[in-house]
Every structure is written in structure tokens, then in C-alpha cells.
């Protein structure tokens, strides 16, 4: 039996040179998604040490907003 999505979901990308905003931009519109009910997951290579080891587990932009994640 296989079982087929009734609501198949999207990948996005967010793509531009450093400091234009990416991680502003995906935490923007996570945030959105949450408060429309909607079902999101965020990952994060576990290569991605360049904050603090304490934030391994959240995506964070350069202004310090951050957003929870998995760390893959």
C-alpha cells in the first residue's frame, strides 16, 4: 500500500551573496508559517560552528534573531 501526501510540501530557496539577508529572510518567513499554523522544520549542517556552541541547535542571523533547528 502506498501512501500518497494529500498536501504535498514545498522546498524553498533563499539564495544571495553574504550579509543580504538569508537567515533574516528564512527566519522571517518561518516565523510566518508558525503563526499561520503551519507545519515547518528547519535544519542546520552540524558543520556550522560559527556561533556559539550553546546555539548548535538554532539557526541565528547576523542581528541575533535565532529560530529553533535540527541539527543535521
Known amino acids: 500500500?502506498?501512501?500518497i501526501p494529500s498536501r504535498?510540501?514545498?522546498v524553498e530557496v533563499i539564495?544571495?551573496?553574504m550579509f543580504s539577508g538569508k537567515?533574516?529572510?528564512l527566519i522571517r518567513r518561518?516565523?510566518?508559517a508558525v503563526y499561520a499554523r503551519q507545519k515547518v522544520q528547519a535544519f542546520k549542517?552540524?558543520?556550522d560552528t560559527r556561533w556559539d556552541s550553546d546555539r548548535q541547535g538554532e539557526i541565528?542571523?547576523?542581528?541575533?534573531?535565532?529560530i529553533p533547528s535540527t541539527v543535521i
Open 23 to 25: 537567515s533574516e529572510e
Open 15 to 17: 539564495a544571495g551573496c
Open 45 to 47: 549542517p552540524a558543520i
Open 8 to 10: 504535498p510540501g514545498t
Open 60 to 66: 541565528q542571523s547576523h542581528d541575533r534573531r535565532t
Open 30 to 32: 518561518l516565523r510566518r
Open 1 to 3: 500500500m502506498e501512501l
